[in-house]
Each structure stands twice: as C-alpha cells, then as structure tokens.
C-alpha cells in the first residue's frame, strides 16, 4: 500500500521560513517523479514545484521560483519542499503526489499524478 505522509506544516509570520516533508512508503520512490500541490479554502488545487526521479531536474510555477526549493532524498525515500519568504497569500493545504513518469519534467496537472499524501497545513499571518 501506498502512503505519502507530510510533516512540517504550521502558522508562521510573513516573510519566514518553513520545511515541509513527505516521507513515502510502498513504492520504488526512486523511479518516480515527486510534485507539490497547494489549496487554499474555496480554490482549485495547484501546482507548486516538481523534481524527476534522480532530482536532476526541476520545475517550479512562476509565482514559486526563487522562494520555493523542492529537493529529495532517495536513500530517505523523502520530499522536501523549503519555503522562504512566505506570504499570506502562501497560506493552503500543501499535498505531495507522486508520478509514476520519473524522468519527465514538466508535468502540472494533478490528473497525472498517481498517488497522493493527506496534505498538511501551512498557515501565514500578516
């Protein structure tokens, strides 16, 4: 059985930093391709960052570079997703999901992601 787990969640002020994991299990985690999602209340869920299977490669959305950094470690079977200079509007449920195409690098749509993780909530004052 799959399980995505996420951790690291929690309210912080604007302009700091937070460290999300995903710890995943049941799975060949190597040879996938892991992304963040992110829903905020009464939004769609959307794409944050994505990295290949080796993590030689990686894509983020536009509103997300340079402030978000995704990164893995195979050995751990783990996902991080580094967020810095968090913004109110930041504030969402952020979700791992896996991908079972690992060495393709562009991929946003959620439909194409096979498993999921609960998600955990990242909340940002002002």
């Known amino acids: 059985q799959v399980q995505l787990v996420e951790s690291g969640g929690g309210l912080v002020q604007a302009g700091g930093s937070l460290r999300l994991s995903c710890a995943a299990s049941?799975?060949?985690?190597?040879?996938?391709?892991m992304g963040w999602f992110r829903q905020a209340p009464g939004k769609a869920r959307e794409f944050v960052p994505r990295?290949?299977?080796?993590?030689?490669?990686?894509y983020y959305a536009d509103s997300m570079k340079g402030r978000f950094t995704i990164s893995r470690d195979n050995d751990k079977n783990a996902v991080y997703l580094q967020m810095n200079s968090l913004k109110p509007e930041d504030t969402a449920v952020y979700y791992c999901?896996?991908?079972?195409?690992?060495?393709?690098?562009?991929?946003?749509?959620?439909?194409?992601?096979?498993?999921w993780g609960q998600g955990t909530q990242v909340t940002v004052s002002s």
């Open positions: 049941g799975l060949t985690f190597s040879s996938y391709a």
């Open positions: 990295i290949t299977w080796s993590g030689g490669s990686t």
């Open positions: 999901a896996a991908d079972r195409h690992g060495a393709i690098v562009a991929v946003t749509s959620r439909a194409l992601y096979n498993y």
